[in-house]
């Protein structure tokens, strides 16, 4: 008696009985399709995410700030700077760039100012950034135009996302429906492409000294403030998503490091920078972002910042928390799932104990004419795993099919609404595999009470069945 | 030392207050290649005594030594052992199993002793060929009369070539012509050298054997 001969047996008694037989297979074709469909909506979910991050290169990317205040500390150690000693200047990015692990360094300069374009203005903050940053991935979104291209000239990448605070959206296909809602005609719609060439003015405000004394002193037309405009020449536009991963507090407006450096401004925008003028450190950059060179050198190269007393941001650090999220999430698609199996096994049970009581007399003369109680056992075993194995293949071509059904008719919303098809759904291998394991143990498992009921037989007693 | 010696055997069906002793305190002895009838009324214990024989049952008290050891000493592996290889049991009521064909009757039980797939086929029809129904091999149960039928059960006892066919009854449910055809098998086996141990209720099928028992309520009557 080999195994193989246990499954050409289990196919023909499950044949002889085949209606009970198939609807006791549908019961767990629709316990792992439902299990399959859910797990793969979740990995879907938790793969759009994931990649979303990937691509946008923000995975290997250490964002570096001055050390935060403690606002739970007392006042007076806010001008202790024992802590925060080291300052955001150009020494520092050297010494980044020259650590192990980090394959680039480049620094951010922030200030908040005014933009106008057209008719309208807003304010923001921008970013003064090396031009040669545009050629890593985070800055791989650009619609139309060029990223920034010399280091002093007066240029800007904006964002759509600004665009829309100017009141202008950008034309496509998907603009005609947004169109037609803008009934007050608050947008101005154009190409990206019309925009690149286009000058926008940006105000900043500068700190004179001389002028706050004046002020000081009764004279009524010292303002210690004054008003500068530069104007940028738009080369770029890029697609921020506001939601995603990519979009970044200063991400709007892109302009040259070495001209940014240039323009007058007040020279801090932030409590911490003030402070931190006082106490002599000069920040350069509001931000250095670190790029290491593989993923593994993220945590030692995080370390190591923070030990030079800097606080340290990376993402890919968050992103743990985001995939423990969505264990969690795929653990109770999967539970109700596992339900619908559950309920699949007791059909299985059922279906094996009805066979073993019509099959009383046969158990009792495979017993008479040698078959031991193992073998008995092998019998059932082999109908249990091959419902498992039959309900596991269909049940995971149910559970593609409910996919591709439900991801289609998603998707058609999805575009009815002018976004983009995604991909809800994802069948990892460990899926596919591990569900058809899955049904063939828990038939096992069901398999387990019946088969050792027919064993123990008294074959006298199922003899004299006639 | 004889070949088959049943030593004090006794089988107690207990059901709440009432105690049946089916099988109650038997002693004797079968030699080999003996063709021996066992006789009695119904409900004597017949029945009991051979499904203890073919180590179908376990005795309540008592030994059956096969080549002088207890067939009941090994426990269940034991009893399979014996029911494979030692002994071929034919019914009454041919106890074929009625959705297989009946070369696949038969190489069913040549599985359980351990046949390969390929041998088993050919064995089948050999078998069958034995029996002479060689052309009736892909025939199901239903489809054969009752003689044919426990022909196939005979060839079926005769798988894995068994020293003993025990046999209940087993013109019990035909009419005298193929009664007569069974008995016919059963002496070419006897032949062959097999012991045969056969219940009847016939007086005329128990004289074609070399000796008879009559057994009665339980016990051993006399031997004719
Ligand atoms: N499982 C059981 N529980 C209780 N009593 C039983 C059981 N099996 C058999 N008996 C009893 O044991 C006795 C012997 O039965 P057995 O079947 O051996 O008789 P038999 O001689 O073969 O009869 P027959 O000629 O009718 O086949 C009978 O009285 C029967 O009722
Ligand atoms: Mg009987």
């Known amino acids: 008696m080999t195994t193989l001969d246990l499954i050409r047996m289990a196919l023909r008694n499950l044949w002889r009985t085949r209606l009970r037989s198939s609807l006791t297979i549908l019961g767990v074709v629709i316990g792992i399709g ?20 990937t691509n946008s290169g923000l995975f290997s990317r250490i964002t570096v700030t001055p050390m935060k205040l403690d606002m739970n500390r007392p006042l007076e150690s806010l001008t202790d700077t024992s802590g925060i000693s080291v300052a955001l200047d150009d020494d520092l990015l050297d010494k980044i760039k020259k650590m192990p692990g980090v394959s680039d360094a480049f620094g951010e300069i922030q200030q908040p100012a005014k933009v106008r374009l057209g008719d309208h203005e807003t304010t923001l903050t921008y970013t003064g950034i090396d031009p040669e940053v545009g050629k890593t991935k985070a800055y791989q ?3 139309a135009g060029t990223f920034l291209t010399d ?29 037609k809602k803008d009934t007050a005609n608050v947008y101005t719609y154009v190409h990206a492409e019309d925009l690149i060439g286009d000058t926008l ?3 900043t405000a500068s700190f004179n000294p001389m002028q706050m ?4 002193m009764g004279n009524q037309e010292s303002n210690p403030l004054s008003e500068r405009t530069s104007p940028l020449v738009i080369v770029g536009v890029r697609e921020v998503d506001h939601d995603g991963p990519a979009s970044r507090s200063g991400g709007d407006l892109l302009i040259p490091e070495g001209y940014a450096a240039g323009i007058p401004s007040i020279g801090f925008n932030s409590i911490t920078e003030f402070l931190r003028k006082g106490s002599g450190g000069s920040d350069k950059y509001a931000t250095i972002q670190v790029t290491v060179a593989s993923p593994n050198d993220l945590t030692p190269v995080r370390k190591e910042l923070e030990k030079m007393g800097l606080n340290v941001f990376a993402l890919a650090e968050q992103m743990k928390d985001i995939r423990r999220a969505f264990l969690a999430v795929n653990a109770v698609l999967g539970v109700v799932g596992f339900i619908a199996l559950i309920v699949a096994g007791l059909g299985i049970i059922n279906t094996l104990l009805m066979s073993i009581l019509e099959r009383t007399r046969e158990i009792g003369i495979m017993k008479a004419i040698g078959g031991s109680e193992g073998q008995i056992k092998g019998v059932f075993f082999g109908e249990a795993a091959v419902i498992g194995l039959v309900g596991a293949i269909g049940g995971i071509i149910l559970g593609w099919l409910v996919t591709l059904a439900a991801g289609a008719i998603i998707n058609m ?20 595999l591990g569900s058809i394991g899955f049904a063939i143990g828990l038939s096992l498992i069901a398999g387990l009470y019946p088969a050792a009921r027919a064993a123990r037989i008294d074959p006298v007693e199922a003899l004299r069945w006639s | 030392m004889a070949f ?28 080999k290649g003996e063709f021996l009838a066992i006789v009695g009324k119904s409900g004597s214990g017949k029945s009991t005594l051979l499904n203890l024989l073919g180590g179908l049952d376990t005795p309540t008290t008592g030994e059956i030594r096969f080549d002088g050891s207890n067939l009941f000493a090994e426990g269940k592996d034991g009893l399979v052992k014996h029911r494979r290889h030692r002994v071929g049991m ?29 041998e088993r086929k050919s064995r089948a029809l050999e078998l069958l060929g034995q029996v002479g129904l060689a052309e009736r091999a892909d025939h199901y149960p239903t489809e054969l009369s009752g003689g044919e039928a426990q022909r196939v059960a005979i060839a079926r006892a005769l798988a894995n070539d068994p020293d003993i066919i025990l046999a209940d009854e087993p013109t019990g449910n035909l009419d005298t012509q193929n009664g007569d055809i069974i008995l016919n098998v059963l002496q070419d086996l006897h032949r062959q050298g097999r012991t045969i141990i056969m219940i009847t209720h016939d007086p005329d099928m128990a004289r074609v054997a070399q000796r008879t028992i009559r057994m009665q309520d339980g016990q051993l009557m006399d031997t004719l």
């Open chain 1, 34 to 53: 439902a299990l399959i469909s859910m797990v793969a909506f979740g990995s879907g979910m938790e793969k759009n995410v994931t990649d979303a991050f």
């Open chain 1, 141 to 143: 979104d650009l619609l």
């Open chain 1, 151 to 179: 280091d002093t000239l007066g240029q800007a990448v904006i964002s759509t996302d600004l665009l829309r605070r100017l009141k202008i959206r950008i034309d496509g296909e998907d603009m005609e429906r947004a169109k």
């Open chain 1, 201 to 203: 003015l940006l105000s």
């Open chain 1, 213 to 216: 004394m004046g002020a000081m």
């Open chain 1, 413 to 432: 919303k999805i575009k009815e609404m002018g976004e983009a098809p995604v991909d809800l759904f994802f069948f990892p291998w460990w899926l596919i």
């Open chain 2, 4 to 31: 088959i010696e049943i030593d004090h055997i006794r089988k107690i069906y207990r059901k709440a207050t009432v105690t049946v002793p089916a099988v109650n305190d038997m002693s004797f002895a079968i030699e």
């Open chain 2, 90 to 118: 034919v019914f009454q009521s041919f106890q074929l199993i009625p959705n297989q064909t009946a070369a696949e009757n038969i190489e069913l039980a040549l599985a359980f002793g351990g046949v390969t797939r390929a």
